[in-house]
């Protein structure tokens, strides 16, 4: 399953509702019968990847955007990974 974008209001953050998101995320792919939950986030997005870490998920490997941008501001892209399989 890949987790393509979950976001909280700014006046919102801070009151568990991503952790809540993100945990409904999993169970629902456990039920579903999924193998694993991917997700890319941005090096600057520091709130979003401490959550994800938080939860469980692992780093799987970066990458730089492949984009004349990317490469220029060195834009990196971490990718996590839950296994789902234990």
């Not at 009151?15 to 941005?42: D, E, K, W």
């Amino acid at each position: 399953l890949a987790l393509k974008r979950m976001a909280v209001r700014k006046d919102y953050r801070g009151s568990g509702i991503a952790t809540a998101l993100g945990r409904t995320v999993l169970a629902f792919a456990r039920q579903s019968g999924c193998q694993a939950v991917v997700l890319n986030t941005l090096m600057v997005q520091h709130e979003a990847r401490a959550l994800y870490e938080r939860l469980g998920f692992c780093w799987h490997h970066r990458y730089v955007l492949p984009t004349i941008y990317g490469h220029l501001a060195n834009c990196t892209i971490t990718v996590y990974r839950y296994d789902l399989s234990h």
